[in-house]
T-cell receptor
Framework: GQNIDQPTEMTATEGAIVQINCTYQTSGFNGLFWYQQHAGEAPTFLSYNVLDGLEEKGRFSSFLSRSKGYSYLLLKELQMKDSASYLCAVMDSNYQLIWGAGTKLIIKP | IAGITQAPTSQILAAGRRMTLRCTQDMRHNAMYWYRQDLGLGLRLIHYSNTAGTTGKGEVPDGYSVSRANTDDFPLTLASAVPSQTSVYFC???????????FGPGTRLTVL
């Protein structure tokens, strides 16, 4: 079966760095997406990785290792507004997104 | 309008009633999707459409139907609602199959 695993909840301190991990097993791979979802709102796109390595975009970076079925989202200089759920999704061989349940990130002052 | 809109924002529905959730986008995206989001579960694909005139079944299609008469609109119909269809429903679109998806604000549906 297809499976995306990520931690249910994480807590971090304002100004710090946090890494959210995602492991996956899917039928085929056509890229991995990270989305941010604030409570009561729609998911919004953060990053896309299809090749191994690190993609940096401002305070956010995303890493992919296809051989290990592993990705992480790195958030630097955490701000209170970063409190949200972070969703990992893998595009399978049919170009459909398979979604993880999301990681709720709590930022404390 | 700009982006994707969904209607209604929320709805309480009696079991057995028919309900259509509306989704409209003005980005001329070819691909559109309907997901449901339940606590503790990832987004699950209900139906999708890669282009106007075509639709396909996702992971959880039973009890739902869709149509795609034109590029902009992608309504989702519950023929006879059941309590297990209580969920938050998101419509999304993408400029191409396999691309980044843009989400509407969601419809919170409660079936009693």
């Amino acid at each position: 079966g297809q499976n995306i695993d990520q931690p249910t909840e994480m807590t971090a301190t304002e100004g710090a760095i946090v890494q959210i991990n995602c492991t996956y097993q899917t039928s085929g791979f056509n890229g991995l997406f990270w989305y941010q979802q604030h409570a009561g709102e729609a998911p919004t796109f953060l990053s896309y990785n299809v090749l191994d390595g690190l993609e940096e975009k401002g305070r956010f970076s995303s890493f992919l290792s296809r051989s290990k079925g592993y990705s992480y989202l790195l958030l630097k200089e955490l701000q209170m507004k970063d409190s949200a759920s972070y969703l990992c999704a893998v595009m399978d061989s049919n170009y459909q997104l398979i979604w993880g349940a999301g990681t709720k990130l709590i930022i404390k002052p | 309008i700009a982006g994707i809109t969904q209607a209604p924002t929320s709805q309480i529905l009696a079991a057995g009633r028919r309900m259509t959730l509306r989704c409209t986008q003005d980005m001329r995206h070819n691909a559109m999707y309907w997901y449901r989001q339940d606590l503790g579960l990832g987004l699950r694909l209900i139906h999708y459409s890669n282009t106007a005139g075509t639709t396909g079944k996702g992971e959880v299609p039973d009890g739902y139907s869709v149509s795609r008469a034109n590029t902009d609109d992608f309504p989702l119909t519950l023929a006879s609602a059941v309590p297990s269809q209580t969920s938050v429903y998101f419509c999304a679109s993408s400029p191409r199959d396999g691309g980044e998806q843009f989400f509407g604000p969601g419809t919170r549906l409660t079936v009693l």
